[in-house]
């Protein structure tokens, strides 16, 4: 809350996020980065399509690789995010995963680059992205007030979506006159930027528990215990049971068909890397209003019900390609960005916001870390078995599986107290531990505050 005023004892009105200086670093920060990004998320599957020239297992592996790490490392990650301050967890994570990839041009530069040093890189890139997200996520809340936390997800989720429509088209531009492995320089430019942002923030973290307890002597409970702890409290909340269900189905079957899809617009229908990142552009249309609308949805229909809809919008967002011919391949492949840009967009930021206003601090690494186990780790599975099928079946079919599969992605969340929610609940202290809803996981009666 803001502070009072001196005389009036009445507080005085906050300033806008945009102009809260610390959280403007943090937008800009991620906003550069979100741009450099866009750069390798299209490079590094051109470099193994086209310069490497890999077998749709091969290529479906780049996938399982990266998100390994969410599988091994999740956990542990959220345990160290609670224990120490989340700015430096943030910038190392910037600065390495800058410096990670800076090794595929200069690899291609000496004629050594191969499939082995991608996956290597996928890996190293992952394991940093599980302790910058976990620490992104729990950072937010520290940083803004707890009403301003939907504002704050929406803003970021803007400069996301800003880059996706942008930023595509720019990097298949780059990297057709610079050729993929020389384009990802400029990822790692931005990742070092980005970090010398977040540097600049000023205000300072709350003291992690951990160290309050080692100050006075006292052990406190292992990080085995504490990972049963965030595990236990996301798997028996009834709301965050049923969106990590929902989030995890959506990913399986979306990557059984992400994880093919660009080997098999290029080979299918011969598309450039150009007609690549402008289809992708078009598309990522849709998550920059979904971040605009996100908010006002919200509040229209509630979060629950927001986040009900988002899920069944989001669903059938690969069908597109799997009903596409050479004529219509492009505007199909930016229908498929742009429908799953405005859902995601709008069920991220309202099931975000959720999950932060109703966890107490001390168990906001472990919640988040818990939820990225669960429902990115079922991201590699989906991509691997996508790879698969891809050699086995056919890329055309494979895609077809994870459409029809991710069409029922919303059935947890349909079915569970979320549809319930109209308000933000608030949160508990970290005392009373239960993220402001009741042994039950149902939203407490009392204290609620409408979605800002």
Same mark, same amino acid.
């Given at each position: 809350?803001?502070?009072?005023?001196?005389?009036?004892?009445?507080?005085?009105?906050?300033?806008?996020?945009?102009?809260?200086?610390?959280?403007?670093?943090?937008?800009?920060?991620? $906003?550069?980065?979100?741009?450099?990004?866009?750069?390798?998320?299209?490079?590094?599957?051109?470099?193994?399509?086209?310069?490497?020239? @890999?077998?749709?297992?091969e290529f479906g592996l780049l996938t399982t690789i990266e998100f390994l790490p969410f599988i091994f490392i999740s956990l542990p990650a959220?345990?160290?995010?609670?224990?120490?301050?989340?700015?430096?967890?943030?910038?190392?994570?910037?600065?390495?995963?800058?410096?990670?990839?800076?090794?595929?041009?200069?690899?291609?530069?000496?004629?050594?680059?191969?499939?082995?040093?991608?996956?290597?890189?996928?890996? *190293?890139?992952?394991?940093?992205?599980?302790?910058?997200?976990?620490?992104?996520?729990?950072?937010?809340?520290?940083?803004?007030?707890?009403?301003?936390?939907?504002?704050?997800?929406?803003?970021?989720?803007?400069? =996301?979506?800003?880059?996706?429509?942008?930023?595509?088209?720019?990097?298949?531009?780059?990297?057709?006159?610079?050729?993929?492995?020389?384009?990802?320089?400029?990822?790692? *430019?931005?990742?070092?930027?980005?970090?010398?942002? *977040?540097?600049?923030?000023?205000?300072?973290?709350?003291?992690?528990?951990?160290?309050?307890? =080692?100050?006075?002597?006292?052990?406190?409970?292992?990080?085995?215990?504490?990972?049963?702890?965030?595990?236990?409290?996301?798997?028996?909340?009834?709301?965050?049971?049923?969106?990590?269900?929902?989030?995890? @189905?959506?990913?399986?079957?979306?990557?059984?068909?992400?994880?093919?899809?660009?080997?098999?617009?290029?080979?299918?229908?011969?598309?450039?890397?150009?007609?690549?990142?402008?289809?992708?552009?078009?598309?990522?249309?849709?998550?920059?209003?979904?971040? @605009?609308?996100?908010?006002?949805?919200?509040?229209?229909?509630? *979060?629950?019900?927001?986040?009900?809809?988002?899920?069944?919008?989001?669903?059938?967002?690969?069908?597109?390609?799997?009903?596409?011919?050479?004529?219509?391949?492009?505007?199909?492949?930016?229908?498929?960005?742009?429908?799953?840009?405005?859902?995601?967009?709008?069920?991220?930021?309202?099931?975000?916001?959720?999950?932060?206003?109703? $966890?107490?601090?001390?168990?906001?690494?472990?919640?988040?870390?818990?939820?990225?186990?669960?429902?990115?780790?079922?991201?590699?599975?989906?991509?691997?078995?996508?790879?698969?099928?891809?050699?086995?079946?056919?890329?055309?079919?494979?895609?077809?599986?994870?459409?029809?599969?991710?069409?029922?992605?919303?059935?947890? @969340?349909?079915?569970?107290?979320?549809?319930?929610?109209?308000?933000?609940?608030?949160?508990?202290?970290?005392?009373?531990?239960?993220?402001?809803?009741?042994?039950?996981? =149902?939203?407490?009666?009392?204290?609620?505050?409408?979605?800002?």
């Open positions: 809350m803001a502070d009072p005023n001196p005389r009036t004892g009445v507080p005085a009105p906050r300033r806008p996020l945009w102009r809260q200086v610390d959280f403007a670093k943090l937008w800009t920060a991620q $906003t550069i980065a979100q741009f450099g990004t866009q750069v390798s998320l299209l490079g590094i599957p051109l470099v193994a399509a086209l310069t490497l020239d @890999v077998t749709p297992f959220g345990v160290w995010v609670d224990r120490l301050r989340r700015k430096p967890i943030l910038i190392a994570g910037d600065i390495g995963r800058g410096v990670a990839l800076l090794s595929i041009p200069v690899a291609f530069a000496l004629d050594v680059l191969t499939i082995w040093q991608l996956y290597a890189v996928g890996f *190293v890139v992952g394991s940093l992205t599980v302790f910058f997200d976990v620490a992104y996520q729990s950072y937010l809340p520290s940083l803004v007030e707890r009403e301003e936390i939907l504002d704050g997800n929406a803003k970021l989720e803007m400069s =996301r979506s800003a880059a996706q429509i942008a930023g595509p088209g720019l990097a298949g531009v780059v990297i057709g006159a610079l050729s993929a492995p020389i384009a990802i320089v400029i990822t790692t *430019v931005a990742y070092v930027v980005s970090g010398g942002f *977040v540097w600049r923030i000023r205000k300072p973290e709350p003291e992690p528990d951990y160290h309050a307890r =080692r100050a006075r002597g006292e052990h406190g409970p292992g990080m085995l215990q504490e990972i049963r702890e965030g595990l236990r409290y996301v798997l028996t909340h009834r709301f965050l049971r049923a969106i990590a269900a929902t989030t995890a @189905v959506s990913n399986f079957f979306g990557n059984i068909a992400f994880a093919i899809m660009l080997l098999y617009v290029i080979r299918a229908f011969e598309m450039t890397s150009e007609q690549i990142g402008f289809a992708f552009s078009l598309g990522s249309i849709g998550f920059l209003l979904g971040a @605009v609308l996100a908010n006002r949805i919200g509040r229209r229909l509630g *979060v629950g019900p927001t986040i009900i809809l988002s899920a069944i919008i989001f669903g059938p967002a690969t069908l597109p390609i799997a009903l596409a011919t050479r004529d219509i391949a492009l505007p199909m492949l930016a229908l498929t960005g742009f429908i799953g840009g405005f859902g995601g967009a709008v069920y991220n930021i309202n099931q975000v916001s959720l999950r932060q206003a109703i $966890t107490p601090t001390r168990l906001q690494g472990r919640m988040n870390a818990s939820m990225r186990f669960v429902v990115w780790g079922t991201i590699p599975l989906g991509a691997t078995l996508g790879g698969a099928l891809g050699g086995l079946i056919g890329l055309h079919e494979t895609i077809w599986i994870g459409s029809i599969g991710g069409l029922f992605a919303f059935v947890p @969340v349909m079915l569970s107290p979320v549809r319930g929610v109209r308000q933000m609940p608030a949160p508990m202290t970290d005392a009373e531990g239960d993220g402001g809803l009741d042994q039950a996981g =149902r939203a407490a009666p009392a204290e609620t505050a409408p979605v800002s």
